[in-house]
């Protein structure tokens, strides 16, 4: 029996994040085990940028709940995270266990290419915000296999499967997980690298010619061009010379730079805390008056 992990960032019991998981353990066509984690309940501290996780065991120094989450996405087979909308915005759950994203690092061989997909579910359609994009970006970046994502709308508990469009989702990512990602529509503009759907658009606009423009995929932040073609957009995307996760030699790379950035703050240290003391004694730091 294979295990799926369901990430829950919602704190909402039997709310729509979790029953949209467990709906779509239910399509699967296996024999699946489901495992849960429910993000608002553990103790995931704020990353204290000490980098102590890229070297030696590389473990966090913090004693929280980090380590259980990694340890059942190490051992699970698949992954589903689904998100609720606060604000136009995912849950903060979903981002808090992203910013101690440098621990992922020690576990490149167990995370890379396993299978994952997600929902972004709002109350009202058309307000899930960027919410969509911060499960696309966690997907991403915890160096699974994105395979699929979806927006689901729905703002009672249970409201997310009434219809036709929760459930058919549903099914969809299941088979995602199980079959791989179905060929996307080629009318949604999409970065070819990394298979994002948004985009910034930068100025001025591309010299190339009329109807051309500079974007920036949010995804994967690969720059490029969008083009109007008649009947679609053309989207372009050019590789940058510091890539986080299009490729598992990307992600070694990019562990290799952040490791050597500590020989670099010793090389630069009496240049950094030159500038960083001209600034120690500016403004008045508010607190709570018992610390």
Same mark, same amino acid.
């Given at each position: 029996?294979? #295990?799926?992990?369901?990430?829950?960032?919602?704190?909402?019991?039997?709310?729509?994040?979790?029953?949209?998981?467990?709906?779509?353990?239910?399509?699967?066509?296996?024999?699946?085990?489901?495992?849960?984690?429910?993000?608002?309940?553990?103790?995931?501290?704020?990353?204290?940028?000490?980098?102590?996780?890229? /070297?030696?065991?590389?473990?966090?120094?913090?004693?929280?709940?980090?380590?259980?989450?990694?340890?059942?996405?190490?051992?699970?087979? %698949?992954?589903?995270?689904?998100?609720?909308?606060?604000?136009?915005?995912?849950?903060?759950?979903?981002?808090?266990?992203?910013?101690?994203?440098?621990? /992922?690092?020690?576990?490149?061989?167990?995370?890379?290419?396993?299978?994952?997909?997600?929902?972004?579910?709002?109350?009202? %359609?058309?307000?899930?915000?960027? *919410?969509?994009?911060?499960?696309?970006?966690?997907?991403?970046?915890?160096?699974?296999?994105?395979?699929?994502?979806?927006?689901?709308?729905?703002?009672?508990?249970?409201?997310?499967?009434?219809?036709?469009?929760?459930?058919?989702?549903?099914?969809?990512?299941?088979?995602?997980?199980?079959?791989?990602?179905?060929?996307?529509?080629?009318?949604?503009?999409?970065?070819?690298?990394?298979?994002?759907?948004? /985009?910034?658009?930068?100025?001025?606009?591309?010299?190339?010619?009329?109807?051309?423009?500079?974007?920036?995929?949010? *995804?994967?932040?690969?720059?490029?061009?969008?083009?109007?073609?008649?009947?679609?957009?053309?989207?372009?995307?050019?590789?940058?010379?510091?890539?986080? /996760?299009? #490729?598992?030699?990307?992600?070694?790379?990019?562990?290799?730079?952040?490791?050597?950035?500590?020989?670099?703050?010793?090389?630069?240290?009496?240049?950094?805390?030159?500038? #960083?003391?001209?600034?120690?004694?500016?403004? *008045?730091?508010?607190?709570?008056?018992?610390?």
């Amino acid at each position: 029996m294979q #295990t799926l992990l369901g990430l829950v960032a919602s704190p909402r019991k039997f709310g729509n994040s979790e029953i949209f998981i467990k709906e779509i353990h239910r399509c699967l066509e296996g024999s699946w085990n489901l495992r849960l984690v429910r993000l608002p309940e553990l103790d995931i501290r704020p990353c204290l940028a000490c980098y102590q996780c890229l /070297f030696g065991p590389m473990r966090c120094v913090q004693k929280d709940d980090l380590a259980l989450v990694l340890e059942e996405m190490v051992r699970a087979d %698949a992954l589903v995270v689904a998100a609720p909308t606060y604000f136009l915005g995912a849950n903060a759950s979903l981002k808090r266990l992203l910013d101690r994203g440098l621990s /992922f690092y020690a576990h490149i061989d167990a995370l890379w290419g396993k299978p994952a997909v997600g929902v972004a579910i709002a109350g009202v %359609a058309g307000l899930e915000g960027y *919410t969509k994009l911060v499960v696309d970006s966690f997907l991403k970046l915890i160096l699974a296999d994105h395979r699929g994502s979806e927006v689901v709308y729905g703002a009672l508990p249970g409201e997310v499967l009434l219809g036709d469009e929760g459930p058919a989702a549903a099914r969809k990512l299941a088979r995602a997980l199980e079959h791989g990602a179905e060929v996307p529509d080629s009318k949604t503009p999409r970065c070819p690298l990394c298979g994002g759907d948004t /985009f910034r658009f930068l100025a001025p606009a591309d010299p190339n010619g009329p109807g051309v423009h500079r974007i920036r995929c949010m *995804t994967c932040s690969s720059d490029g061009t969008l083009r109007w073609n008649g009947d679609s957009f053309a989207v372009e995307t050019i590789r940058g010379e510091h890539p986080l /996760f299009l #490729t598992r030699e990307d992600t070694v790379a990019h562990l290799k730079w952040l490791q050597s950035m500590k020989d670099l703050f010793m090389e630069q240290r009496d240049r950094l805390k030159a500038v #960083t003391r001209a600034y120690k004694d500016t403004g *008045t730091w508010v607190r709570p008056e018992n610390k």
